[in-house]
């Protein structure tokens, strides 16, 4: 999902993926990129590290059905909020 948000900053949440105990996604932004965090439904944020080939991941347990979001921040510190899907995608 595109997120547009209003500093100018843009970032796309793509290849979903994962089980019950990972979660990776690719984020293409037009800044560097310094953090990117998931949360499963209404929890806090959790931090995703940039794996070698590119992708942002994570080992944690996220139930069936409930809703993932991610989030992305920018150098210049601005954020983008993917679009909360159902896991797994």
């Known amino acids: ?13 793509s290849g979903l993926r ?24 209404e929890g806090a944020f959790q931090p995703l590290a940039e794996t070698p080939w590119g992708s942002w991941a994570a080992s944690l347990y996220v ?3 409930a809703l ?10 601005e954020m983008a909020l993917s679009t909360p899907v159902p896991w797994p995608p």
């Open 1 to 13: 999902a595109l997120v547009d948000e209003p500093g100018g900053f843009e970032a796309t949440f």
């Open 18 to 41: 994962g089980n019950p105990w990972w979660v990776e996604a690719d984020i293409e932004a037009n800044e560097p990129l310094v953090r990117v965090e998931v949360r499963v439904e």
């Open 63 to 65: 139930q069936p059905d």
């Open 68 to 77: 993932v979001q991610l989030r992305a921040q920018a150098q210049s510190g």
